[in-house]
């Protein structure tokens, strides 16, 4: 069964950091490019960045900076979030997909996380 699973989140003081992670069955990790999503209270889900199966990466203006996505040999994708604000706050979910045919944008699939919660307050 093709599954996603988070980690990592938490709360967190502005300023901070943390690092989330996603395990992804093997199938979907080599065949699929990778988003990160983030969804606040009464907002749309948004993407945040995404990973190419090549390697490189795009993100979000608003996250540009500070947040790095990667993904390593095996089946686990990270973001590591920098200089947390508050208006980070969301439940961030991981995502496989594929990217436009420009090669531009993210096209996510219906293979999603159960999303883990970040929270930035003091």
């Known amino acids: 069964q093709e599954q996603l699973v988070e980690s990592g989140g938490g709360l967190v003081q502005p300023g901070g950091s943390l690092r989330l992670s996603c395990a992804a069955s093997?199938?979907?990790?080599?065949?699929?490019?990778m988003g990160w999503y983030r969804q606040a209270p009464g907002k749309q889900r948004e993407l945040v960045a995404f990973?190419?199966?090549?390697?490189?990466t795009k993100y979000a203006d608003s996250v540009k900076g500070r947040f790095t996505i990667s993904r390593d040999a095996k089946n686990t994708v990270y973001l590591q979030m920098n200089s947390l604000k508050p208006e980070d706050t969301a439940v961030y979910f991981c995502?496989?997909?594929?990217?436009?045919?420009?090669?531009?944008?993210?096209?996510?699939?219906?293979?999603w996380g159960q999303g883990t919660q970040v929270t930035v307050s003091s």
């Open positions: 995502n496989a997909g594929r990217t436009s045919y420009s090669g531009a944008g993210y096209v996510p699939y219906d293979y």
């Open positions: 093997g199938s979907i990790f080599s065949n699929y490019a």
């Open positions: 990973i190419r199966i090549g390697g490189s």
